[in-house]
Protein backbone atom coordinates (compact mmCIF):
# COMPACT_ATOMS: atom_id res chain seq x y z
CA UNK A 1 0.00 0.00 0.00
CA UNK A 2 0.83 3.51 -1.24
CA UNK A 3 -0.07 6.81 0.18
CA UNK A 4 0.74 10.35 -1.27
CA UNK A 5 -0.11 13.20 0.87
CA UNK A 6 -0.19 16.57 -0.90
CA UNK A 7 -0.12 19.90 1.48
CA UNK A 8 0.46 23.41 1.89
CA UNK A 9 -2.14 24.76 -0.47
CA UNK A 10 -4.43 27.37 0.50
CA UNK A 11 -5.69 31.09 -0.83
CA UNK A 12 -2.88 33.70 -1.51
CA UNK A 13 -3.56 37.36 -3.30
CA UNK A 14 -2.29 37.60 -6.62
CA UNK A 15 1.58 38.01 -6.51
CA UNK A 16 1.89 35.82 -3.78
CA UNK A 17 3.68 32.80 -3.20
CA UNK A 18 2.92 29.18 -1.88
CA UNK A 19 4.69 26.04 -1.18
CA UNK A 20 3.31 22.34 -1.79
CA UNK A 21 4.54 19.63 -0.30
CA UNK A 22 3.91 15.77 -1.30
CA UNK A 23 5.11 13.18 0.76
CA UNK A 24 5.12 9.24 -0.53
CA UNK A 25 4.59 6.64 2.28
CA UNK A 26 4.17 2.73 2.58
CA UNK A 27 5.57 -0.10 1.16
CA UNK A 28 8.06 1.26 -1.30
CA UNK A 29 11.39 0.07 -2.97
CA UNK A 30 12.34 3.25 -5.28
CA UNK A 31 10.89 6.56 -6.75
CA UNK A 32 11.90 7.61 -10.12
CA UNK A 33 9.70 10.56 -12.08
CA UNK A 34 7.61 12.48 -9.52
CA UNK A 35 5.67 15.56 -10.82
CA UNK A 36 2.76 18.17 -9.69
CA UNK A 37 0.04 18.50 -12.23
CA UNK A 38 -3.07 20.68 -11.66
CA UNK A 39 -6.95 21.08 -12.69
CA UNK A 40 -9.16 23.56 -12.98
CA UNK A 41 -12.76 23.98 -13.22
CA UNK A 42 -13.91 22.47 -16.61
CA UNK A 43 -10.42 21.85 -17.58
CA UNK A 44 -8.20 18.89 -18.03
CA UNK A 45 -5.82 17.92 -16.04
CA UNK A 46 -2.16 19.24 -17.09
CA UNK A 47 1.50 18.52 -16.13
CA UNK A 48 2.95 21.59 -14.35
CA UNK A 49 6.63 20.38 -13.22
CA UNK A 50 8.46 17.24 -13.32
CA UNK A 51 11.33 16.09 -11.83
CA UNK A 52 13.74 12.79 -12.43
CA UNK A 53 15.28 11.07 -9.75
CA UNK A 54 18.74 12.69 -10.87
CA UNK A 55 16.91 16.44 -9.99
CA UNK A 56 16.46 17.03 -13.68
CA UNK A 57 13.22 19.65 -13.56
CA UNK A 58 10.97 20.05 -16.63
CA UNK A 59 8.48 22.97 -16.62
CA UNK A 60 4.80 24.14 -18.13
CA UNK A 61 5.75 27.16 -20.56
CA UNK A 62 2.76 28.84 -18.24
CA UNK A 63 5.16 28.33 -15.06
CA UNK A 64 8.47 28.63 -16.23
CA UNK A 65 10.47 31.54 -13.92
CA UNK A 66 7.98 31.43 -11.56
CA UNK A 67 7.79 27.65 -10.11
CA UNK A 68 10.37 25.67 -8.64
CA UNK A 69 10.01 21.97 -8.05
CA UNK A 70 12.80 19.96 -5.90
CA UNK A 71 12.35 16.42 -4.47
CA UNK A 72 14.09 14.93 -1.02
CA UNK A 73 14.92 11.26 -1.95
CA UNK A 74 15.62 10.28 1.15
CA UNK A 75 12.74 11.46 2.51
CA UNK A 76 9.88 10.22 -0.41
CA UNK A 77 9.35 13.92 -0.65
CA UNK A 78 8.43 16.54 -3.37
CA UNK A 79 8.09 20.21 -3.36
CA UNK A 80 6.49 22.69 -5.97
CA UNK A 81 7.47 26.54 -4.58
CA UNK A 82 4.80 28.60 -6.39
CA UNK A 83 6.13 32.58 -6.56
CA UNK A 84 4.33 35.31 -8.39
CA UNK A 85 1.03 33.62 -8.63
CA UNK A 86 -1.59 34.62 -10.70
CA UNK A 87 -5.39 34.19 -10.80
CA UNK A 88 -5.07 31.92 -13.22
CA UNK A 89 -2.95 29.78 -11.39
CA UNK A 90 -6.41 28.67 -9.15
CA UNK A 91 -6.39 25.26 -9.88
CA UNK A 92 -6.38 21.74 -7.21
CA UNK A 93 -2.90 20.47 -7.08
CA UNK A 94 -1.90 16.80 -7.90
CA UNK A 95 1.27 15.06 -7.09
CA UNK A 96 2.29 12.29 -8.95
CA UNK A 97 5.24 9.62 -8.31
CA UNK A 98 6.44 6.87 -10.41
CA UNK A 99 7.04 3.86 -7.64
CA UNK A 100 8.53 0.45 -7.16
CA UNK A 101 7.10 -1.80 -4.40
CA UNK A 102 8.26 -4.83 -4.70
CA UNK A 103 11.56 -6.35 -6.07
CA UNK A 104 9.98 -8.04 -9.18
CA UNK A 105 7.60 -4.62 -9.68
CA UNK A 106 7.58 -2.17 -12.10
CA UNK A 107 7.99 1.84 -11.41
CA UNK A 108 4.08 2.08 -11.63
CA UNK A 109 1.88 6.03 -11.48
CA UNK A 110 0.36 7.26 -7.70
CA UNK A 111 -1.05 10.02 -7.43
CA UNK A 112 -2.12 12.33 -4.16
CA UNK A 113 -5.35 13.29 -3.49
CA UNK A 114 -5.18 16.58 -4.34
CA UNK A 115 -4.54 20.62 -2.74
CA UNK A 116 -6.57 23.27 -3.65
CA UNK A 117 -4.77 26.58 -4.67
CA UNK A 118 -7.04 29.65 -5.21
CA UNK A 119 -5.59 33.11 -6.34
CA UNK A 120 -7.55 35.89 -5.52
CA UNK A 121 -7.63 39.10 -4.25
Known amino acids: QVHLVESGGGLVQPGGSLRLSCAASGSIVSINNMAWYRQAPGKQRELVAG???????NYADSVKGRFTISRDNAQNTVYLQMNSLKPEDTAVYYC???????????????WGQGTQVTVSS
Open 96 to 110: QAEIKTGRWSVHIPY
Open 51 to 57: ITRGGNP
